[in-house]
């Protein structure tokens, strides 16, 4: 059952939890890992003092540089193909 830690003007009612993926507090529709603090023992500063971390930071800066590397040549916009592994053919967009 969460634990309403406190609420404030700029985020609300912030609550303390144990969810899927470890310990952590929600503010809104957002969530904060609890790294080093129980839901139980977690204050209202130091909830605010994670919740300002999270949004003053960038949202690639949990990836290690490698990764974001990784991740942009991921996002490479793709060709529609068909055929079998050994034989593909590009589908042609027709200009009208």
Known sequence: MPRTVG???D????????GR???YIQYGKKYVSLKEITPEEVTLNEALTLIKAKENSTP???LK???TAKFKSLMVVSVPT???ARKRAKV???HH
């Open 65 to 67: 540089p490698s990764m």
């Open 11 to 18: 985020f609300g009612v912030i609550k303390a939890n144990y």
């Open 92 to 94: 042609k967009k027709h």
């Open 60 to 62: 690639n800066a949990s």
């Open 82 to 84: 068909f055929g079998t």
């Open 21 to 23: 993926f470890g310990p």
């Open 7 to 9: 609420e404030t003007d």
